[in-house]
């Protein structure tokens, strides 16, 4: 018998080694994946670090101007 390529289409035959194909398909694509997260993750980590350090900068200036504006007023 001819395992169709799809998994899908496999559910019909549905036997022991067939649901191990899939089991073991899943398992690479979900490797690929995570291999893919941890590759990603640092770079969008230091990028949310950026973000936070310039709002925080931005916020403080914001308190400052109007520390100044209250005085002159």
């Known amino acids: 018998m001819v395992l169709p390529t799809d998994r899908t289409e496999r559910r019909e035959h549905a036997g022991p080694w067939v649901r191990q ?3 073991d398909e899943m398992r690479e694509e979900l490797s690929g ?3 893919q997260i941890k590759v990603k993750a640092p770079q969008v980590l230091a990028a949310l670090g950026i973000a936070a350090v310039s709002g925080a ?3 403080a200036a914001r308190l400052m101007s109007r520390e100044r504006d209250d005085r002159i007023q």
Do not use: G, K, S, V
């Open 21 to 23: 194909l899939n089991i």
């Open 57 to 59: 900068i931005f916020a």
């Open 33 to 35: 994946t995570l291999a």
